[in-house]
């Protein structure tokens, strides 16, 4: 029965007709007020990106009914600012960098605002209590409680925008920490998400997933979804007409055809008139399912006896093989060889923002999709190859991006579905992961399993390593290939070793995808890697300082897997992280509990080539200046919260001499920027930014002739400064860039645009296909973090007292930023150490909510001390290298070995937990070395 009520939102009493009077409050403010800010994660309370005020108070409105918060007053997030005047919290967020992604702001923002509200003189912990029901999986919360505290006058660390250092000599933008281009449109709730958008006649699709692990579809009866009043269409495998794909194998056909392979695969899609119709109909397909043997561990699914998930032989998707001198020869000449296993774990991406597209097939045959994607260019590659459509008769467009940290760079099942049914249908169809799906049905980090075998010499001198590497694929193959052959490359860079061998089998398994994701193979080859060097160093009664610092690569060597190291700041950064975390470290110590440190080296590249299909790593870049003498960018990257919209910006606004606020950014749309494949591998600033540059050079020669002649001079002389050009010997002579701009447009015959673009593809090359040796990306970045723990010998529960990160990503284009970006990095690594997880029971996944799989919240954060290491690369734009992934690296093996320093656990496999702690203290305080 409909129900009207009188919502009072932001001082408006606002009538709403409420046809269910179950649908919530966030539902409401969202559907029918149109109110997007409030926004929608996790709808089951967890999340906090939802929160709105409520009489003053903080309330998540995905759990209060409509009809409850009737005669009260709502505030939500549009409601802050006044007259264009931002609410001073807002402000803070702005200023301190607070804002990442921006899909956890607005909520983040509305917790703080009824905390000042009710206690403008808050402590830290008041403002940490206040915020500890909101999620966000970007920033490591260091800045949103910086803001907070800015506001609140409350004594914290001071982050202002100038605290970063200026990393480059004589630029005026780049290298200064500068407000995100993107932060106001996302600290007042204004950025829209593709989850926030709506089209003209959308329909809502829903897919219907697997609830076994490993089963024959015996028939499908989809009648009683098709007779449901509001449902426009349902398919299944056999209806969708497409070649399969995958990213680096075509395992997959978006919805199962003859098997479903995991708890989660995609069985049935449907579009309906709206969200619940299409769910309700999902509900109505039966499906005759043949259960079959399923395995979900690697080591089991390798056997030859093992279930075949495919029609292959055995369950081994790839193998990749380096081989780099002759590990028999280097280990003939070690006098001692150790051998360890260590066990990594299955990490959800966790995006606040799900998975979400509004596919479109017009009547024309023009295909366009709204998409999460941190990939326009490679989603419409891809897109014309499965759909068999030109690509020029397919735009991708990303908007706003909630987070993707890797999950969202290819094509999903969602995809596929939307687009089919939008074709039988002839509307948008709007697809949306729901928390669940986002857990099981995107991607995760690959659970490995690792065999080190090093040979070293009595002085500590490695000679040889021979790695063995089994990757828990999941179902389908994705970018598993990819992890396996960079951590190979990478597993031989960060120190000397004569003789080196890997081998990484990537194993189909009844488990969701494995993909990429944030370090692509780095965090889990590096958490086996800097655990075995304190092993060894204990083993040989060495330091694990000197033993690292007798080992390290060093600049200019050209490491045996193939990369060439013109720069490298490892050194550095260990002596500079384990100097750093030793003045501080120990000085809070509480009585009865175990206090140790540990730290971990690491590398990853920047971005690389390492698809056979691809042998390119691009980015592209249009500039132009406007006859008002602004600056517009097209560049074809995604802003997924990394920052990289502003870095390209103060790199145009270097070179043509304007200030940052003269430059407007338009990113990732397919139809409109130039080719690029996408934000991932710690490209975007690299790479793009080389892009932006060379096409800024080119309009700069143009302008700098049409300047030369009316200035009579060299074009050579021609200075960009202030918004304006002189000749160097003469600057009172100047030509405002509006004028001359200006001047070139309306000439009367010969008139021109002033306007360049540039295609930048990394000086790098595919592995050799015999060696799988290779110098396969652009640069290298190194790192160390320095980690102090406490742990409870009585609890086993551990404590992260403190993070130094020392971070070798070449010179810092905007210091406010990567600091964001590695205080993130490393309270995923911290995540990724001590508890994040999927788990699994007779096939099952147990924990596919933020109720259940627990990601680092703002009340476990300890102090994160970021330092930069500037090596000035040659290769990367103002001598920048790769940074948001190398932010996690080496974090889970620092927190390893500082709990082995505290307590004499060694612990190999991850997640770190109490229960292991308290399993092998018993042995540890009988000095005997315990392996969990
Ligand atoms: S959407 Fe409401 S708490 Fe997550
Ligand atoms: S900025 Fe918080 S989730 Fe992205």
């Not at 329909?203 to 449901?228: M, N, Q, W």
């Not at 070995?897 to 656990?905: K, L, M, R």
């Amino acid at each position: 029965m409909a129900v009207e009520v009188v919502l009072n939102v932001n001082g408006m009493s606002l009538p709403v007709l409420l046809r269910d009077p179950a649908r919530t409050l966030q539902d409401v403010l969202r559907e029918d007020l149109g109110l997007r800010g409030t926004k929608k994660s996790c709808n089951d309370g967890y999340c906090g990106s939802c929160t709105v005020q409520l009489d003053g108070q903080a309330v998540k409105s995905c759990l209060i009914l409509a009809v409850e918060a009737e005669g009260r007053a709502i505030r939500t997030i549009e409601g802050l600012e006044q007259a264009g005047r931002l609410d001073p919290i807002q402000q803070a967020f702005l200023e301190h960098g607070a804002a990442q992604c921006g899909m956890c702001t607005p909520g983040m923002v509305m917790s703080a605002r009824a905390l000042l509200d009710e206690n403008p003189q808050p402590t830290l912990d008041d403002i940490k209590e206040a915020i500890k029901g909101n999620l966000c999986r970007c920033t490591g919360y260091v800045k949103i409680v910086d803001a907070i505290a800015a506001v609140a006058g409350v004594s914290a660390p001071k982050r202002s925008l100038e605290r970063g250092r200026v990393a480059l000599s004589g630029k005026r933008v780049a290298g200064h920490s500068k407000l995100r281009v993107d932060g106001r449109v996302k600290v007042t709730g204004k950025a829209q998400y593709v989850v926030d958008m709506t089209l003209p006649g959308m329909l809502y699709g829903k897919i219907l997933r697997s609830p076994l692990p490993h089963a024959r579809i015996v028939a499908i009866d989809t009648e009683a979804a098709r007779r449901l009043p509001g449902v426009f269409a349902v398919i299944t495998g056999h209806d969708l007409a497409i070649k399969p794909f995958g990213a680096f194998i075509a395992d997959e056909t978006g919805l199962a055809r003859d098997k479903v392979r995991y708890v989660g695969d995609a069985v049935a899609a449907v579009a309906a008139v709206d969200e619940a119709t299409a769910e309700r109909a999902i509900q109505l397909i039966e499906v005759q399912y043949e259960e079959l043997p399923f395995v979900i561990d690697p080591e089991d699914a390798m056997k030859e006896d093992a279930p075949l998930i495919h029609e292959v032989e055995r369950n081994i998707a790839a193998h990749n093989r380096v081989v780099g001198g002759d590990v028999a020869q280097g280990f003939a000449e070690a006098d001692y060889i150790f051998e360890d296993r260590f066990e990594t774990t299955k990490q959800a991406h966790a995006c606040m923002e799900p998975h979400v597209c509004i596919g479109h097939w017009d009547a024309s045959g023009k295909i366009t999709l709204y998409d999460s994607t941190q990939s326009t260019f490679f989603m419409r590659y891809h897109l014309s190859h499965i759909f068999d459509v030109p690509a020029s008769k397919i735009r991708i467009v990303a908007p706003y991006l909630g987070g993707g940290f890797g999950s969202k760079s290819e094509v999903h099942a969602i995809h596929v579905c939307a687009l089919w049914l939008s074709r039988l249908t002839g509307r948008p169809v709007k697809m949306a992961h729901d928390r669940d799906e986002e857990f099981i049905g995107s991607r995760t980090r690959h659970k490995e399993i690792i065999y080190l075998k090093t040979g070293v010499k009595k002085d500590g001198t490695i000679t040889a390593r021979q790695a063995t590497v089994i990757l828990d694929n999941g179902a389908y193959t994705s970018y598993g290939p990819g992890v396996s052959l960079t951590q190979s490359m990478l597993g031989g860079a960060v120190y000397r070793i004569p003789h080196y061998q890997y081998d990484g089998y990537v194993v189909y398994t009844n488990t969701p995808i494995g993909g990429a994701f944030r370090g692509f193979g780095s965090p889990q080859f590096t958490f086996a890697a800097e655990s075995q060097a304190d092993m060894i160093a204990e083993r040989l009664e060495m330091d694990p300082l000197t033993f690292r610092l007798k080992n390290l690569t060093e600049p200019g060597d050209k490491a045996i897997s193939g990369p060439m190291l013109t720069t490298n700041g490892a050194r550095e950064a260990l002596t500079k992280a384990v100097d750093a975390i030793h003045r501080t470290a120990g000085r809070t110590s509480a009585p009865g509990k175990l206090r140790g440190i540990g730290y971990a080296v690491g590398t990853h590249f920047t971005s690389g080539k390492f698809h056979p299909e691809a042998n390119a790593d691009f980015c592209g870049a249009t500039v132009k200046v406007n006859e008002d003498g602004s600056v517009t960018v097209l560049a074809g990257v995604v802003e997924m919260g990394t920052g990289c919209s502003t870095t390209l910006s103060q790199i145009a606004a270097e070179e043509l001499g304007v200030d940052l606020e003269d430059v407007t950014i338009l990113l990732s749309d397919s139809d409109a920027t130039p080719p690029d494949l996408g934000t991932f591998g710690s490209r975007a600033t690299t790479l793009g930014g080389n892009a932006v540059r060379q096409a800024c050079q080119a309009v700069k020669a143009t302008l700098s002739r049409e300047a030369a002649t009316q200035l009579d001079c060299d074009p050579n002389r021609i200075v960009f400064q202030d918004k304006a050009v002189f000749d160097a010997s003469r600057p009172e002579r100047r030509i405002l860039l509006a004028d001359l701009v200006t001047g070139m447009m309306f000439r009367d015959g010969g008139g021109s645009h002033v306007m360049a673009s540039a295609h930048f593809d990394a000086p790098c090359s595919l592995p050799d296909p015999e060696t799988g040796v290779g110098d396969f990306a652009m640069s290298y970045s190194f790192g160390c973090h320095a980690v102090e723990v406490e742990v409870d010998p009585d609890t086993g529960k551990i404590t992260v007292v403190q993070v130094v990160a020392a971070t070798d990503c070449g010179n810092v284009i905007n210091p406010v930023g990567a600091e964001g970006q590695v205080e993130g990095g490393v309270m995923q690594g911290i995540g990724y150490a001590l508890y994040e997880d999927i788990k699994f029971a007779e096939g099952q996944p147990l924990n596919t909510r933020f109720g259940t799989y627990k990601i680092p919240t703002v009340m476990t954060v300890p102090p994160i001390t970021a330092i930069w290491v500037e090596t000035d690369d040659p290769r990367g734009v103002y001598g920048s290298k790769g940074l948001a992934e190398m932010g996690m690296v080496p974090t889970a093996p620092a927190i390893a070995n500082a709990i082995y320093n505290a307590t004499g656990v060694r612990i190999t496999s991850l997640p770190i937990t109490p229960e292991k702690i308290l399993q092998g203290l018993p042995s540890a305080q009988n000095r005997e070395v315990s392996s969990l």
